[in-house]
């Protein structure tokens, strides 16, 4: 019931802003499957690890596989374009 909930609540989001619908989306996915191992911290501390997009990408791919959440490329996009936009800010290449 609580997924569903969360299923309707983010097709809400994603209809009613378009423009800010994969950043909704991403967040939601961060939120439901990224915080086994580490909390929204790890994305802002001062010794990353990541410095540049590419590494963000892979990154996000490499913790995906580790959660074991399954998503499609296009959720893992949609993670790698909130993390960026919220935190990290690297350009695109
Ligand atoms: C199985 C445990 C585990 C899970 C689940 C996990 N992570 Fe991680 N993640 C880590 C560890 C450990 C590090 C730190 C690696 C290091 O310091 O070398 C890390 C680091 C990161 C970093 C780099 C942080 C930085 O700036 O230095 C990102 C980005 C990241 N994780 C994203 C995610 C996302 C997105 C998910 C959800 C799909 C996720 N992680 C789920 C273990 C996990």
Known sequence: MKKLLSILFIT???IAQPGYADIAT???LV???CQQCHDNGMYSRSNSIVQSY???QAR?????NA???????????QVIE???DTYYKFPKP
């Open 82 to 84: 909130y993390l960026n």
């Open 67 to 77: 959660s074991k959440a399954h998503w499609s490329d296009a959720q893992i996009n």
């Open 31 to 33: 939120d439901q499957a």
């Open 26 to 28: 991403g967040q939601a």
């Open 12 to 14: 809400y989001i994603v």
């Open 54 to 56: 590419p590494e963000l």
């Open 60 to 64: 996000v791919e490499f913790c995906e």
